[in-house]
């Protein structure tokens, strides 16, 4: 690879049905000393980590909801499943 050639972080989604590729630019290093331009690097991909993640589950999200909407009505359980999700649930003796 080049030196000045760009750098990208990905992730790939591939599923039966479907496929995506999500990516952020690494910036170029500022420095020419090795490790000054590590640490860039580091600190480069920290901050992009969280950002492609975010673009994973908005698309996973919409994925999701389509599948949602193909499938038809939400049972029941599964409505209050969704209502509490992450949420500790203590079941209540009747």
Known sequence: MAANSP???QAVYAAPDASKVFTQEI????????FTAKQSHLIALQSLVPKLQEQINVFLTERMEEDKKAQGAVSEQEAKEEENYGEEVVEEDA
Do not use: E, G, H, Y
């Open 7 to 9: 750098l990208n972080l």
């Open 27 to 34: 910036p170029p290093a500022s420095s020419t000393d090795a």
